[in-house]
């Protein structure tokens, strides 16, 4: 018999015993509530309190054990698993009958009293037992056995109910979250919400969604940053905001990478750059505790800690060092052109110095940063938001924190010269126009804030899914998406 054939009397067969509940008048989709006294882990770890006392338990049927006349089922619950043992001459032969017909993944009420076996397991001696949900789909017996592996992202709600790794790392998201914004609380950050549709798709380097207001008949973007309107709050007197909230960028898929994702994104009044690499550090530590218990990690095998204080390099630098070619000694951007070239880094006939730096930036030295490293003083032809170095006015007061090679962190002493602002939005203008896509929009009213005047600001963004993925040793960023983008099956 081939495997749908199977599945389909198994089915069939629950469906059957649905209908044969409903026609005893024992239908379970009609139970609205069960009160729960206890869960598992906790009559575990306070057993000398509840011994002998009568709980109420609800959880998931996991497994059963059939003893002619009494049963052991394993009961899944938000904490873990705990066992209840069940006689037909405690709960009525009526019911006994009706339990024994109950499958894996059915969903029950238990009240009994707790005592231990004579293996020393906790365990529930059932005094009633009530079907609150009927399982129509078998669960998978062996999750890691199934032909298609994306399955478990499509059906979380099963790969959550079989695996108890994939939710204690959702777990440590949460707790995670928690702890940045405990940090931001206790400094008297304001939590806030900005647009995610606007008229204007700015604030990043990112190709955007494009959808359609009907009523207002235009065209508008979905958000690929925050930066913009909250920077804009800063200009209304509120000194320091941040939100956490979703991003979207119609860019590729990768193990790190998702249309949609999750990011914080802060900006603090009469603060800069080192102030938010302080911040960073101390915020991305807490984190760590807070999802693990320690700053020094494994991740896929490598050793990483996340300890402060963090390396700090200039991006100049570090291409020195990686490369041992100092791009910041070359006096024109056609030299520098033509030393990419003899390195096999691809450039265009208008390629910048700085734009240079970046590209072996990106194409040398990225890898190598496999311990937490502030990089700083970005190009100025890369850094559109970003203050400059009074010192050296083509770099900025900017840096991108990576670890594991990736970027997790990108913060700046944020640029409040409308005049220079606006100069840079039209540098972006003439990219867009000669080609390129992700590049950042003309916004006619951020620059109207920044005439009415932004203070001296330090501004930060980090990407909290791939960050978590770091925390819980995760190793494709669907692993810490409840519900990641995926193809449809049918395409």
């Known amino acids: 018999m081939s495997e749908e054939m199977q599945l389909s009397e198994v089915l069939q067969v629950r469906r059957d015993k649905l209908k044969t509940l409903i026609e005893m008048g024992r239908d379970p989709f009609k139970v609205e509530k069960y009160d729960q006294t206890h869960f598992s882990q906790n009559l575990k770890d306070r057993f000398e309190e509840v011994e002998g006392k009568e709980v109420s338990i609800a959880g998931r049927i996991m497994a059963k054990r059939g003893m002619g006349k009494a049963s052991f089922i394993d009961i899944q619950d938000r904490e873990g698993r705990?066992?209840?043992?069940?006689?037909?001459?405690?709960?009525?032969?009526?019911?006994?009958?009706?339990?024994?017909?109950?499958?894996?993944?059915?969903?029950?009420?238990?009240?009994?009293?707790?005592?231990?076996?004579?293996?020393?397991?906790?365990?529930?001696?059932?005094?009633s037992v009530i079907l609150l949900s009927k399982s129509l789909q078998p669960l998978p017996e062996k999750w890691n056995g199934l032909k298609d592996k994306e399955l478990r992202y499509r059906q979380r709600y099963v790969d959550l109910i079989v695996n108890p790794d994939v939710k204690q790392a959702f777990i440590k998201r949460t707790k995670a979250i928690k702890a940045l914004r405990r940090y931001l609380d206790d400094r008297d950050f304001l939590e806030v919400e900005t647009p995610i549709l606007d008229v204007v798709a700015s604030g990043a380097?990112?190709?955007?969604?494009?959808?359609?207001?009907?009523?207002?008949?235009?065209?508008?973007?979905?958000?690929?940053?925050?930066?913009?309107?909250?920077?804009?709050?800063?200009?209304?007197?509120?000194?320091?905001?941040?939100?956490?909230?979703?991003?979207?960028?119609?860019?590729?898929?990768?193990?790190?990478?998702?249309?949609?994702?999750?990011?914080?994104?802060?900006?603090?009044?009469?603060?800069?750059?080192e102030v938010m690499m302080q911040m960073c550090e101390e915020v991305v530590a807490e984190m760590a505790n807070a999802a693990g218990g320690t700053?020094?990690?494994?991740?896929?095998?490598?050793?990483?800690?996340?300890?402060?204080?963090?390396?700090?390099?200039?991006?100049?630098d570090l291409v020195t060092e990686v490369t041992g070619i100092n791009l910041e000694?070359?006096?024109?951007?056609?030299?520098?052109?033509?030393?990419?070239?003899?390195?096999?880094?691809?450039?265009?006939?208008?390629?910048?110095?700085?734009?240079?730096?970046?590209?072996?930036?990106?194409?040398?030295?990225?890898e190598t940063l496999i311990q937490p490293t502030f990089v700083t003083h970005h190009p100025v032809e890369i850094s559109p938001f970003a203050k400059r170095d009074p010192e050296n006015p083509a770099y900025t007061h900017r840096f991108e924190a990576f670890a594991n090679a990736w970027e997790i962190a990108n913060a700046f002493s944020e640029l409040n010269d409308p005049i220079d602002q606006k100069e840079r939005f039209e540098a972006q203008v003439k990219r867009k126009e000669s080609g390129e896509e992700e590049v950042a929009m003309m916004d006619e009213d951020f620059l109207n804030a920044l005439e009415v005047g932004l203070p001296p600001t330090g501004g930060i963004g980090i990407g909290i899914d791939r960050l978590v993925m770091l925390l819980t040793d995760a190793a494709s960023i669907r692993d810490v998406i409840f519900f990641p983008t995926m193809k449809p099956l049918d395409k």
């Not at 007197?237 to 949609?260: A, Q, T």
């Not at 700053?295 to 100049?316: N, S």
């Open 205 to 273: 380097t990112a190709k955007p969604f494009i959808t359609h207001h009907n009523s207002l008949d235009i065209d508008m973007y979905m958000r690929i940053a925050t930066e913009l309107h909250l920077k804009r709050l800063v200009v209304g007197g509120l000194d320091r905001v941040y939100e956490i909230g979703r991003l979207f960028r119609n860019e590729g898929m990768s193990v790190k990478h998702n249309p949609e994702f999750t990011t914080i994104e802060w900006y603090m009044a009469y603060a800069d750059y």
């Open 329 to 366: 000694e070359v006096a024109t951007d056609e030299e520098a052109r033509k030393i990419a070239k003899e390195k096999g880094v691809k450039v265009e006939k208008d390629t910048t110095k700085g734009d240079i730096i970046n590209l072996f930036f990106e194409e040398f030295c990225e």
């Open 295 to 316: 700053t020094k990690l494994t991740y896929q095998g490598k050793e990483i800690d996340l300890t402060p204080p963090w390396r700090r390099i200039k991006m100049v």
């Open 82 to 127: 705990v066992q209840s043992y069940v006689r037909k001459d405690a709960i009525g032969e009526e019911d006994y009958n009706v339990f024994v017909t109950y499958d894996i993944g059915d969903i029950v009420g238990i009240k009994g009293t707790v005592f231990k076996t004579k293996q020393e397991e906790v365990s529930v001696r059932a005094s």
